[in-house]
């Protein structure tokens, strides 16, 4: 017997990414959330439990079935397949659409600075509130209009609202990569004053004081700016590591 799953987020289809999504937010166990994963795409239907395992079948050509008992211990190899989902920072993909709204780019090009230092106080607004507005005010930001305008509010599901964080936190991931002198790491995780804050000492280092630039910034693509405040703290760092402060 052979069986066929997607061994990556990437391998995913829509349909199964909603199906992750949703699970995720169901349920903690991952080993629970795998086992439903292996059972789903594999195409195994439960009949019943014995004492020897998982009575199931599975259709083959012309829908016949096929009948077979798999073990406890067969099912906790197989679905070492789905470890990926232990963390979304390789994902690289998301919803394609929620509530007939599209999804911005996967890795937030041609988003203004201004919507994604919004999406990032949201965000962390959301880790420490718990507050699941905040993930509808995030999703608002990375789901569009087709004329490129934000909705105005949202609906969304359980799948969703996992799918928007987890897009969210491989964005973070990947922006640590492309940019590891401004992304370092914190102690702790900053307050949403904190955020205001570090988002106006941003927009001074790339207006450099003049308040003439400060529209024009806010509106830039979010990879120049990025770009151009990791160059900056390249340079600070290798200023305070040969001068010292």
Not at 27 to 44: P, W
Not at 148 to 163: M, S, V, Y
Request: net charge positive.
């Amino acid at each position: 017997m052979i069986l066929h799953a997607p061994r990556s987020w990437r391998e995913l289809s829509q349909d199964q990414l909603r199906y992750v999504f949703g699970l995720l937010g169901t349920f903690s166990d991952l080993t629970q959330i795998k086992t439903f994963m292996f059972m789903r795409f594999c195409g195994i239907h439960v009949q019943k439990w014995t004492s020897k395992g998982v009575f199931c079948f599975m259709r083959g050509r012309f829908g016949r079935r096929k009948f077979f008992t798999i073990t406890a211990n067969q099912v906790q190899s197989l679905i070492h397949q789905f470890d990926f989902i232990d963390s979304f920072d390789n994902m690289g993909v998301r919803l394609d659409s929620v509530c007939g709204y599209r999804a911005v780019d996967v890795n937030l090009h041609g988003i203004s600075f201004i919507d994604y230092l919004s999406a990032e106080t949201a965000f962390q607004v959301y880790l420490s509130s718990k507050k699941m507005e905040n993930i509808d005010t995030l999703a608002r930001i990375l789901y569009r209009k087709r004329n490129g305008d934000a909705p105005k509010r949202l609906k969304l599901d359980i799948a969703e609202r996992t799918g928007v964080f987890a897009w969210f936190c491989y964005v973070k991931a990947e922006f640590a990569r492309q940019f590891p002198s401004f992304f370092r790491p914190a102690g702790s995780e900053p307050t949403k004053w904190d955020l205001l804050k570090m988002a106006n000492i941003q927009l001074r280092a790339l207006t450099q004081g003049d308040v003439t630039k400060e529209e024009m910034i806010k509106n830039m693509d979010c990879w120049r700016a990025l770009t151009e405040l990791n160059e900056k703290a390249r340079e600070a760092a290798e200023f305070e590591s040969k001068y010292g402060k």
